[in-house]
């Protein structure tokens, strides 16, 4: 049984950084395409970055290059968001998501797997 589960969220000022991670098990996730989404109130969840689980190329939503970074880590089986110069706006929960790869995708009924999520607050 696949598992996702996120962690690293919480309260941070606007200028700050926090990095997210996504623990998966329950199978081999070589070949699958692991993203991260985030949902704020009162709006569809959006796709934040994607990265294949083998060969690690990545995807990034236009709003988000250049401040967010995905990683994964293979031998640990652990996904990673690194956030930095964070604005209110990016306040949100933070879902960890998985797809049968290798296409990139955006809509969020391409994937296969979620996580329950991680609330990230900033302050301004």
């Known amino acids: 049984q696949v598992q996702l589960v996120e962690s690293g969220g919480g309260l941070v000022q606007a200028g700050g950084s926090l990095r997210l991670s996504c623990a998966a098990s329950?199978?081999?996730?070589?070949?699958?395409?692991m993203g991260w989404f985030r949902q704020a109130p009162g709006k569809e969840r959006e796709s934040v970055a994607a990265?294949?689980?083998?060969?690690?190329?990545?995807y990034y939503a236009d709003s988000m290059k250049g401040r967010f970074t995905i990683s994964r880590d293979n031998a640990q089986n652990m996904v990673y968001l690194q956030m930095n110069s964070l604005k209110a706006e990016d306040t949100a929960v933070y879902y960890c998501?998985?797809?049968?790869?290798?296409?990139?995708?955006?809509?969020?009924?391409?994937?296969?797997?979620w996580g329950q999520g991680t609330q990230v607050t900033v302050s301004s």
């Open positions: 990265i294949r689980w083998s060969g690690g190329s990545t």
């Open positions: 329950g199978r081999t996730f070589s070949g699958y395409v």
């Open positions: 998501a998985a797809r049968r790869g290798p296409e990139f995708a955006m809509d969020t009924q391409r994937y296969d797997y």
